[in-house]
């Protein structure tokens, strides 16, 4: 089209001083080079890491919150690669902004027990993913005898959230029984049938009852529902 253009349809626009034209644009001195090419090649494979993470969130029937860290470490790595890569050279400063937007958004995670609850939750993931990606304490010790004397366990700190998170779920819970708004959950100790006026299953009526020996018998507290 672009060789043709100029034949079918003349310039595409022109330069004029003082109302006189000194110079006619042809269609043709906006044809993309093989280098340009190359570049939106490079601009697309960039592009398309963010686009591959933001896939994952995208089910309509499978929760995906769990996805957050992973996602986002996934894209950080992949950029982070791409920045000392002599074929984006020319897009480290882009890259490096991406980063920072990045690092950005994942430091809010701290505030955000929820992501952490979600991976650690996640049958595959646990805690284990974390001890992996984000260190424990042998990381830690490494950590504090080189650089850093302030270096976390973040294994453990995961499982402060996750210890955190319950104590305030049984607190919560424990306040609302004792002033009578939600059920005791009590157990008819001369039936195996609960007088919680609810449909539970036989499982739901094992589990709480488990729950509760546990409660009076060790004061296991929110221990003994996780």
């Known amino acids: 089209f672009v060789s043709s253009a100029d034949e079918l349809f003349g310039p595409i626009t022109s330069i004029r001083r003082h109302g006189r034209v000194t110079k006619h644009i042809p269609w043709t001195a906006f044809a993309l080079k093989t280098s340009d090419w190359e570049r939106v090649n490079n601009t697309r494979i ?6 591959d993470i933001q896939q994952y969130f995208s089910s309509e029937q499978q929760p995906t919150l769990w996805r957050a860290i992973p996602a ?6 992949a950029w982070e690669s791409k920045r000392e890569n002599l074929q984006f050279a020319l897009y480290k400063e882009a890259i490096e902004q991406g980063l920072a937007k990045i690092g950005k958004y994942y430091g809010k995670f701290d505030d955000k027990p929820v992501y952490i609850l979600a991976l650690v939750l ?3 993931y646990k805690l284990a993913y974390i001890a992996m990606a984000w260190g424990g304490p042998e990381e830690q010790a490494k950590e504090q005898e080189t650089s850093n004397p302030n270096a976390k366990n973040w294994h453990d700190e995961a499982l402060k959230v996750v210890e955190t998170t319950m104590e305030e779920y049984w607190i919560a819970h424990k306040a609302l029984v004792d002033s009578g708004r939600a059920p005791a959950n009590t157990i008819d100790n001369d039936s195996t049938v609960s007088t919680v006026k609810t449909m539970e299953s036989e499982y739901d009526r094992h589990r709480r009852m488990l729950v509760q020996q546990a409660v009076y018998e060790h004061n ?3 221990a003994a529902e996780l």
């Open 220 to 222: 296991a507290g929110w």
């Open 46 to 51: 960039i592009i398309s890491d963010a686009n």
């Open 72 to 77: 986002m470490e996934e894209l950080q790595t």
């Open 122 to 124: 996640h049958p595959y």
